[in-house]
């Protein structure tokens, strides 16, 4: 079985730009999260979908924003980038959500913003 | 407030030997779950063991054992004979069931084996 694939692998955008990054979960997985991964902040919780819905948010500002495909694909946009949203983004399926259910990532994408 | 606390910021520890990374965590819910994930230099996050906050046996993977004491909230990982290749930085995490129901990482310990 495949494991998250995570596209693209490497991203460099200017300020201001936006971006998105696409995650294809597990086959079978319907829950898709997304996390940011900083060296000062450590690893971040953005969102998390389930059956196309976002279930829970994190702390971040409107500019991140994300969605989740029929078919449990999930992207994840950023507009209007700052410098310090360069991060490592990691993208996360499990089969359903509750407090058993472990989660398995993807590779990341690394984002760097000039 | 933090919820997960791992105090460790990086370990030594010689090849084979046992290895001990402590994780304590703040809820005030009765029905949670506990993981821990190991990130290689590679940056992908591995799953290596889960505990439920009702299993009342400590939770054990291979090499992996986590010694689970729900009365002091401590989830600590123990990794026997250690590898090389255990080099790496390893997660606790919670996530507590509800509405919120979001996992929560620790800051994480860096762990390096001493060939």
């Known amino acids: 079985k495949a494991g998250v694939t995570q596209t693209p692998r490497y991203l460099i955008k200017t300020r201001g730009q936006q971006v998105t990054l696409s995650c294809s979960p597990i086959s079978g997985h319907r829950s898709v999260s997304w996390y940011q991964q900083t060296p000062g902040q450590g690893l971040q919780f953005l969102f998390e979908?389930?059956?196309?819905?976002?279930?829970n948010k994190g702390n971040f500002p409107g500019r991140f924003s994300g969605r989740q495909f029929s078919n449990s694909r999930s992207e994840m946009n950023v507009s209007t980038l700052e410098l310090g949203d360069s991060a490592l983004y990691l993208c996360?399926?499990?089969?359903?959500?509750?407090?058993?259910?472990?989660?398995?990532f993807g590779p990341g994408t690394r984002l760097t913003v000039l | 407030a933090q919820k997960i606390t791992q105090t460790q910021p990086g370990m030594f520890v010689q090849e084979k030997e046992a290895v001990t990374l402590d994780c304590t965590y703040d809820?005030?819910?009765?029905?949670?779950?506990l993981f821990w994930y190991k990130q290689p230099s590679s940056g992908e996050m591995i799953f290596l063991i889960y505990?439920?906050?009702?299993?009342?046996q400590n939770a054990t993977e291979g090499r992996y054992s986590l010694n689970f004491q729900k009365a002091r909230k401590s989830a600590n990982l123990v990794i026997s004979a250690s590898q090389l290749g255990d080099s790496a930085m390893y997660f606790c995490a919670m996530r507590e069931v509800g509405r919120d129901d979001k996992i929560i990482f620790g800051k994480g310990t860096r762990l390096h084996i001493l060939p």
């Open positions: 809820t005030s819910d009765q029905s949670y779950g």
């Open positions: 979908y389930f059956s196309e819905t976002q279930r």
């Open positions: 996360a399926s499990s089969l359903g959500v509750g407090a058993n259910n472990e989660q398995f």
């Open positions: 505990q439920g906050s009702y299993d009342e």
